[in-house]
């Protein structure tokens, strides 16, 4: 079993390096160095850190990866749920060169890098370059999000939003809905704190991840090549560049490159502080 470790620091106004459905729908649209906000008050810092193991039993050889890397890109502490039903949506950015996205306070969330750089501007904070393949934790602050070219770039935030923002225009023209998951089931999340995490898995071909749960809501988001999503309860679905696919906590998951080419995805995990963060299971779903 592996859980998600809280740690409490105090630091001021800099920020701070840090370090896969139940129902599965399709949507559109890694990094080793990942990055954490601290503000001007005292912040968290989360690491996920090893637990042990689950006992292996039995005939359970597709339980196990092969194949498999996973790297952890950025995490955050958010002390409440919005107030409501909730949703989690993937938003992804194509900046033009040279351009400003000013963005009023939101949500906090987790933004990835996926092509380029851009120069993130927080409240209280210095300015942050992001890199191709990093990620950074997003509170809930004024900020704005600076293209220094020389290309467009492209770039994908992960948030849990209220289910009265469904309708709400976007922060850009340039922004649109990769995927969004129905609103939550009530009691899907915990009232309370919680934290955010995101990872990248990279899948070698005909590679697998260990059979496992989450300890929370969890979306997946291809980035590269195609996997099949194996979930409990329901068909494999095939997932592509662009697609997303969701689960509640508890639900064995596994996840196969059957193709010919690396497949590489995102997994963004929603969970109650205190909560495991994953459970290895001896059996595939």
């Not at 890109?73 to 002390?79: E, F, I, P, R, T």
Request: charged content about 15%; some cysteine.
């Amino acid at each position: 079993m592996h859980c998600l470790r809280v740690g409490t620091t105090l630091a001021l106004g800099h920020w701070a390096k840090a370090g896969r459905a139940e129902n599965g729908t399709m949507g559109r649209y890694a990094g080793q160095r990942a990055r954490a906000v601290r503000g001007t008050a005292a912040a968290t810092a989360l690491l996920l850190c090893s637990c042990g193991a689950a006992t292996i039993q039995g005939d359970s050889s597709a339980a196990l990866a092969t194949g498999a890397t996973v790297k952890s890109l950025a995490a955050g502490h958010l002390d409440s749920l919005p107030t409501g039903t909730e949703y989690v949506q993937v938003t992804a950015f194509a900046q033009p060169a040279g351009t400003l996205i000013g963005s009023k306070k939101h949500v906090p969330g987790i933004i990835m890098q996926e092509h380029g750089s851009q120069r993130l501007a927080v409240e209280g904070s210095p300015p942050l370059d992001i890199h191709a393949g990093e990620a950074a934790f997003l509170p809930s602050v004024f900020h704005t999000h600076v293209n220094p070219g020389p290309d467009a770039n492209n770039w994908i935030n992960f948030a849990l939003w209220p289910s009265s923002a469904r309708e709400a225009p976007l922060t850009s023209a340039t922004a649109t809905v990769a995927f969004a998951t129905p609103d939550l089931p009530a009691g899907a999340l915990p009232r309370g704190p919680f934290a955010i995490t995101l990872q990248m898995v990279t899948l070698q071909p005909h590679g697998r991840t260990e059979a496992h749960t989450y300890g929370g809501v969890n979306v997946v988001f291809v980035l590269q090549g195609s996997i099949n999503a194996h979930a409990d309860g329901r068909s494999p679905a095939t997932l592509s560049v662009g697609d997303g696919s969701w689960a509640l906590a508890g639900k064995g998951l596994q996840e196969i490159d059957d193709g010919s080419q690396p497949a590489t995805f995102l997994t963004f995990v929603i969970l109650g502080l205190g909560k495991p963060f994953e459970t290895a299971l001896n059996r595939a779903p």
